[in-house]
């Protein structure tokens, strides 16, 4: 509903002139048909590729720096009788879930050892790692205690 501020005259208010619509020109039937239109534009349509950003991730030299940082444990070497592995046994006291008694759990852990460092009966440190071989997934960091 427009607004009317003379109700004898009907005059509305607000409303401003616009230009006239422009007339309407007879063309060709040919142009007309949809035939015609695919002419404005030749060849097949190539697309642009689409250009993802790619992640830079930086390589932490130390693993204090990482976002998520490895894992590490403190075990005794079980046995050292391969070349460059260790196999180390880490104790772990977790809370039974139901009973609430504190219960050991022991994990055979496979660590690699470059320099065939550590002895049967040592006490170690082992930090996690990314895959070394079927079951190595862990490497020496240090001997904390040598066996006596």
Same mark, same amino acid.
């Given at each position: 509903?427009?607004?009317?501020?003379?109700?004898?005259?009907?005059?509305?208010?607000?409303?401003?002139?616009? &230009? #006239?619509?422009?007339?309407?020109?007879?063309?060709? $039937? *040919? =142009? %007309?048909?949809?035939?015609?239109?695919?002419?404005? @534009? +030749?060849?097949?349509?190539?697309? &642009? #590729?689409?250009?993802?950003?790619?992640?830079?991730? $930086? *390589? =932490? %030299?130390?693993?204090?720096?990482?976002?998520?940082? @490895? +894992?590490?444990?403190?075990?005794?070497?079980?046995?050292?009788?391969?070349?460059?592995?260790?196999? *180390? =046994?880490?104790?772990?006291?977790?809370?039974?879930?139901?009973?609430?008694?504190?219960?050991?759990?022991?994990?055979?852990?496979?660590?690699?050892?470059?320099?065939?460092? =550590?002895?049967?009966?040592?006490?170690?440190?082992?930090?996690?790692?990314?895959?070394?071989?079927?079951?190595?997934?862990?490497?020496?960091?240090?001997?904390?205690?040598?066996?006596?």
């Amino acid at each position: 509903m427009s607004d009317i501020t003379n109700n004898e005259e009907n005059v509305e208010v607000g409303v401003t002139a616009e &230009a #006239p619509a422009p007339a309407v020109v007879a063309t060709p $039937a *040919v =142009a %007309e048909t949809p035939a015609a239109a695919p002419a404005e @534009r +030749k060849g097949p349509v190539v697309k &642009a #590729p689409v250009v993802k950003e790619s992640k830079v991730v $930086a *390589v =932490a %030299e130390d693993d204090d720096s990482r976002t998520n940082p @490895r +894992k590490v444990r403190e075990g005794i070497v079980i046995s050292d009788k391969m070349d460059m592995t260790l196999v *180390v =046994a880490v104790n772990e006291r977790v809370r039974h879930p139901r009973y609430g008694k504190t219960v050991q759990r022991t994990k055979k852990l496979y660590v690699h050892d470059e320099k065939n460092d =550590a002895k049967l009966g040592d006490r170690v440190r082992v930090q996690e790692t990314r895959p070394l071989s079927k079951l190595k997934r862990w490497r020496l960091t240090e001997v904390v205690e040598r066996a006596r």
